[in-house]
């Protein structure tokens, strides 16, 4: 290898110092000095060869960890107390083993700090940073976790603020073996930045497989976002490759070790827009050692009814998912809370205990007004009419009864008979149900809510006449549901029973999100915060945001701060301003894009035969390093497939994108996915597949990091001319 010098024009401006010996050292006979310097090769491959050798000190003690962690979790059954205590610790045990786990591939570390004399807690200490804490046989720390108070400095320190750092030092890595480092002495006022060349090759390495972490890449105002306090509910705007995804992901990370014990009691939670994405960033929790964060799609959260109808049509759909609903329902359970009609009598072997209407009227309108979930109201009543009959045997026979016979007064004949009337019993799918397939009830719920008309729409039809959409049988188990069904079903049992929530959650791709959808997230964040992540330039659903202020009123987080992401470091500056000759149709107000990179490729070209320029662009693509992504309208997919299959190029789908390296992938599924080398064929049928088409376009323009092949046999969208 070559040495490599490092121009100090490079740096930001009035970051360089006049007499700078950053150092890039790969190995070569010499790293250039300030041009007419060189330091010697010996002094930097024994600089090189003692990081090599702490990196390997370093990787045994992570296994000496992890093999003390396995030798009590095999005899952990023998300290434990009782079976429960047993099992308690080996799940401790079991996560602490995964949570050790060691990649030989991923670098342990990735920065230095080296602090000066002057500062006052770390004066002259020297701290590796890497994605976990490593300790040696002593407890002295070989490396520090990323999320460690100290670490912040690695991500904020600058030439103007050194805080306390002497040199900042980064790390080249190749397949696990480090390579290079490089200097910055920001107490000489020195600082690279972003015209790094070890971090801008970090970023800009080829994308295989899933999503990577970014830790080694955090730029300050990524590390803001991700250090904020579990308290605080954040919504990010952000660009096409701002990197909006991985701050959601690492912020849940940070957030867990620094509320470890409490998040994993309430759970962290991360939703995302459907399971090729899921899937796509299942790898970055695990690689940063957080083994036990849930993942799921919305309809993963509302699945508590089989979804086996065809989808409702997308006016029908719209209904359903409008914030009003959550009214109408709230009114369908409301109406079946009685008025007592009837004094309860219940005998009691001698004795008759009466309760008369009076005290029954206030145990239901007392209920009534506490505003209690539907089914614990039932209890609350059922309780407080045991408790009247209770307060009567007391003063009957001077003492209390025994708790069997408050269990047998409490589920007594007369006692479910007057709650079955006034209080009647609720499932989420039978309330449902009953609404849909009562007209009368539905327009008394929904009245001043929907029009005639939108009742009509939601109405569902008889399983003998349907063909689209809710397909009522006879009950609420016979019913097809569509997927806008469960989230109605899902509201329902959010006013039935109280739900269970997280301590915190982190939303990718809201501007997606319907009103309805975000009530169902919302009361699984009741009492915790939220991470809201998303770009309303890529809303492509009938009820797409156009105004995060609104999604985060029906997400229950009002008052959450909005921070726009504007500087991309992932997608390329010619892919960028591409796409963004779209925004001005999108009708959002969203600030442009902007992008760092400016390598990339971009390609846009007219073909007369798309299948055949297909299969040349893949082939082409294919000797470049990376994935490849054909990406067309839904319904050209699977011809695109047969034709790279005929011609010996192996294809992989979203749902399993590790089979091969080029992947087809339908423009309605490729929403948060990146890929090197992106093909996207005629633009004018993926505008053309769906209402908001040029919103896809824009989706499917910004999957490109490194090149974008743009091929059509139509005319471009306007925009984009």
Not at 30 to 53: M, N, S
Not at 88 to 107: K, M, N, Q
């Amino acid at each position: 290898m070559t040495a490599v010098e490092l121009d100090p024009h490079h740096a930001q401006p009035g970051s360089a110092h006049p007499d700078s010996d950053r150092v890039h050292h790969d190995g070569g006979d010499t790293a250039r000095l300030d041009g007419d310097h060189a330091a010697p090769r010996d002094h930097l491959d024994g600089d090189l060869a003692a990081e090599r050798e702490h990196l390997d000190a370093s990787r045994a003690a992570l296994g000496r960890m992890r093999t003390r962690a396995e030798a009590l979790f095999a005899g952990g059954h023998q300290v434990a107390g009782d079976a429960y205590a047993a099992e308690t610790l080996g799940r401790t045990l079991a996560r602490r083993v995964a949570e050790l786990a060691d990649d030989p591939d991923t670098p342990l570390f990735f920065g230095r700090l080296d602090f000066g004399a002057s500062d006052r807690d770390h004066a002259g200490r020297r701290y590796h940073v890497g994605r976990r804490h490593v300790a040696d046989d002593t407890g002295e720390p070989l490396v520090l976790d990323w999320r460690a108070p100290v670490s912040r400095s690695f991500y904020r320190a600058s030439a103007r603020e050194p805080q306390g750092v002497a040199v900042r030092r980064r790390f080249g890595y190749q397949r696990g073996e480090l390579t290079s480092f490089e200097d910055e002495h920001l107490d000489r006022g020195e600082e690279l930045g972003t015209a790094s060349r070890i971090l801008t090759a970090e970023i800009e390495r080829p994308r295989v497989g899933p999503m990577r972490d970014i830790v080694a890449t955090i730029q300050p105002e990524q590390d803001e976002l991700v250090r904020a306090d579990l308290a605080a509910s954040i919504c990010v705007q952000g660009a096409p490759g701002t990197g909006k995804t991985a701050v959601g992901l690492h912020r849940a990370a940070y957030l867990l070790y620094l509320h470890r014990e409490r998040l994993r009691r309430s759970g962290v939670l991360v939703v995302g827009p459907n399971r090729a994405f899921l899937a796509y960033i299942a790898a970055v929790l695990p690689a940063l050692g957080e083994v036990e964060v849930a993942q799921a799609t919305v309809e993963d959260l509302v699945d508590r009814v089989p979804v086996r109808a065809t989808a409702d049509h997308p006016t029908v759909a719209a209904v359903k998912h409008d914030a009003r609903m959550a009214e109408v329902l709230r009114r369908a359970v409301e109406a079946h809370i009685g008025t007592p009609s009837d004094p309860i009598m219940i005998s009691d072997g001698s004795f008759r205990w009466r309760i008369g209407l009076d005290p029954l009227h206030r145990v239901v309108e007392e209920t009534r007004r506490e505003g209690l979930p539907y089914a614990t109201g039932r209890e609350r009543v059922r309780a407080r009419v045991v408790s009247l009959l209770q307060r009567q045997a007391e003063a009957r026979r001077a003492e209390s009864p025994s708790d069997a016979w408050l269990r047998r007064t409490g589920r007594s004949r007369p006692v479910t008979e007057f709650l079955d009337a006034v209080w009647p019993a609720l499932t989420p799918d039978g309330l449902v149900h009953a609404l849909l397939s009562d007209p009368a009830r539905l327009a008394s719920a929904a009245d001043g809510l929907l029009t005639p008309d939108e009742q009509a729409l939601i109405a569902g039809s008889p399983a003998r006449t349907a063909t689209i959409g809710t397909r009522l049988g006879r009950t609420a188990k016979a019913t097809r549901w569509t997927p806008a069904d469960a989230v109605l079903i899902d509201e329902a049992a959010g006013l039935i029973e109280r739900p269970t929530g997280f301590g915190h959650v982190v939303v990718d791709e809201a501007q997606d999100l319907s009103p309805m959808q975000c009530r169902a997230i919302a009361r699984r964040s009741e009492h915790g915060s939220i991470t809201l992540l998303g770009d309303l330039a890529q809303g492509t659903a009938p009820w797409a945001a156009t105004d995060w202020r609104e999604t985060l009123r029906h997400l229950g987080k009002p008052d959450a701060t909005v921070v726009p992401l504007t500087v991309g470091f992932r997608v390329p500056a010619a892919v960028v301003a591409l796409a963004n000759r779209l925004l001005p149709a999108l009708a959002v107000d969203v600030p442009p894009a902007e992008s760092l990179r400016r390598d990339g490729a971009l390609d846009v070209r007219t073909v007369t035969d798309l299948t055949a320029a297909t299969v040349a662009e893949v082939r082409a693509a294919l000797a470049h390093e990376g994935s490849v992504a054909v990406i067309a309208a839904d319904d050209a997919v699977g011809g695109l497939r047969a034709a790279l299959a005929a011609a010996d190029v192996d294809t992989a789908t979203v749902d399993d994108p590790a089979a091969a390296r080029v992947t087809v992938v339908p423009a309605s599924l490729v929403k948060g996915l990146e890929y090197d080398h992106v093909v996207v064929v005629e633009p004018a049928a993926i505008v053309a597949a769906e209402p908001r088409g040029l919103h896809r376009l824009y989706v499917v323009l910004t999957r490109a990091v490194s090149r974008l092949s743009v091929l059509h046999a139509e005319p471009l969208p306007d925009p984009l001319t």
